[in-house]
């Protein structure tokens, strides 16, 4: 998945080569993305990079190769089929009444938990994009509030017991107490697992891995979108 300004960054990569054979120059991706500094474009063009979406060639200024689109543009550039639905005669040529059909029961002590796409730990990525589908969750896991499923990729939290694999279970609140184990959003872009701390008047974001960094931000370019409250792991 990408985040927003990611998509629109890719977008107008690929535009951009289409109209002339080349890609845009940082500056011309600064402009058009409306952002104050090229190292914005410069972090951008990392995620892309590290998900699979375009290639850096080497030794070349301003070569970039687009290896992929996101499945939703290539999903609307498909040409639309006219769709009819079909009649299931009975015998003789009768039309046969269509079966109740009874939606199955869940167990009172199992909730279903929307899953809403992937969550880092590790390197950030975009994370709560839309419901792809939900997950049987014991209800006593949840508690009080409203709650969504992410899966985890990365291996920042292993300490914590958090593997590259695993769903978490988030309850849906926008703030956290230090030590605890949170969805993070920086600077309105990208989300990643970490436990939350305070330094001062700022928020460090810690890694259960001596192979991460703590990373420090102001205030003001993290928000808190959940916080852990459960944790589900297939062994396959």
Do not use: C, W
Request: proline share 6%; charged share 25%.
């Amino acid at each position: 998945m990408l985040t927003r300004k990611q998509q629109e960054l890719l977008l107008f990569i690929h535009e951009r080569m289409k109209e002339t054979g080349i890609p845009p120059s940082f500056d011309e991706m600064k402009e058009a993305l409306d952002l104050a500094s090229k190292s914005g474009i410069h972090r951008l063009i990392t995620a892309l990079e590290e998900r699979g979406f375009i290639r850096r060639l080497p030794n070349r200024a301003r070569a970039l190769e687009i290896l992929r689109m996101p499945e939703s543009y290539v999903a609307s550039q498909q040409p639309r089929r006219g769709f009819s639905p079909s009649v299931i005669e009975g015998s003789l040529g009768k039309k046969t009444e269509k079966p109740e059909v009874k939606a199955a029961s869940v167990p009172e002590n199992v909730a279903q938990v929307p899953i809403m796409g992937r969550i880092a730990a590790g390197v950030p990525i975009s994370a709560i994009q839309e419901n792809t589908h939900d997950i049987a969750v014991p209800a006593e896991m949840l508690g009080t509030g409203e709650h969504y499923a992410l899966e985890v990729q990365g291996d920042s939290m292993i300490e914590a017991g958090i593997f590259d694999g695993d769903t978490v279970i988030i309850r849906n609140v926008n703030s956290a107490t230090p030590g605890d184990i949170v969805v993070a959003l920086v600077n309105d872009e990208e989300a990643t697992l970490k436990r939350f701390r305070r330094k001062g008047a700022s928020i460090a974001l810690e890694a259960a891995n001596p192979a991460y960094e703590t990373r420090i931000f102001a205030a003001d370019q993290v928000k808190v979108q959940g916080k852990l409250v459960g944790l589900i792991r297939r062994y396959h």
